[in-house]
T-cell receptor, first 114, second 110 residues
Framework: DVKVTQSSRYLVKRTGEKVFLECVQD?????MFWYRQDPGLGLRLIYF???????EKGDIPEGYSVSREKKERFSLILESASTNQTSMYLC?????????????FGQGTRLTVV | KQEVTQIPAALSVPEGENLVLNCSFT??????LQWFRQDPGKGLTSLLL???SQREQTSGRLNASLDKSSGRSTLYIAASQPGDSATYLC?????????WGAGTKLIIKP
């Protein structure tokens, strides 16, 4: 069974803290994505990666960075957390083998910044 | 720029009814379209993927159609059950990125 695992379901962090959200997939997928989801705004792409050590900005990269040192792991970093980064964060992966592959999602991390 | 719209934003129907959820997109140059389900506070579960060359896909009580020329997809749910209550999202794979609709919140009343 395919699996995308996010390290935490719920996180509470203080303003100014450095926050790491971890995502691991066991499907040997090349592509990995980080989204945030907010009521009324839908899913918005933060960053994505097509390969190890590669990263591309999505629609809303400000205030975030990412790291992909290994193929199976894609980390989202909030350099200095702010209250407007309180959100549901979703990680996804997909194969680059062809252009018609499903995206698989983790269970999400609900981050609250206080 | 690709835009994806889902109508209606919310839908409530009695158990047992057949129903249709709609998804429209502005640029027909897509690789595929996916339908997802999301339960409250949880991640997304892929339901169906329709490739750009296909017209429809079926899985159990679900049937998704795709009309690229008109920029439309529908998700048909037969004999709805309370367990079908969730938010349904469609996403278009356009230039290797998923472009998302805002979702339809579905409530099936017992």
């Amino acid at each position: 069974d395919v699996k995308v695992t996010q390290s935490s379901r719920y996180l509470v962090k203080r303003t100014g803290e450095k926050v790491f959200l971890e995502c691991v997939q066991d499907m040997d997928h090349e592509n990995m994505f980080w989204y945030r989801q907010d009521p009324g705004l839908g899913l918005r792409l933060i960053y994505f990666s097509y390969d190890v050590k590669m990263k591309e900005k999505g629609d809303i990269p400000e205030g975030y960075s990412v790291s992909r040192e290994k193929k199976e792991r894609f980390s989202l970093i909030l350099e200095s957390a702010s209250t407007n980064q309180t959100s549901m964060y979703l990680c996804a992966s997909s194969s680059a083998a062809d252009m018609n592959t499903e995206a698989f999602f983790g269970q999400g991390t609900r981050l609250t910044v206080v | 720029k690709q835009e994806v719209t889902q109508i209606p934003a919310a839908l409530s129907v009695p158990e047992g009814e057949n129903l249709v959820l709609n998804c429209s997109f502005t640029d027909s140059a897509i690789y595929n379209l996916q339908w997802f389900r999301q339960d409250p506070g949880k991640g997304l579960t892929s339901l169906l993927l329709i490739q750009s060359s296909q017209r429809e896909q079926t899985s159990g009580r679900l049937n998704a159609s795709l009309d690229k020329s008109s920029g439309r997809s529908t998700l048909y749910i037969a004999a709805s059950q309370p367990g079908d209550s969730a938010t349904y999202l469609c996403a278009v794979d356009s230039n290797y990125q998923l472009i998302w609709g805002a979702g339809t919140k579905l409530i099936i009343k017992p």
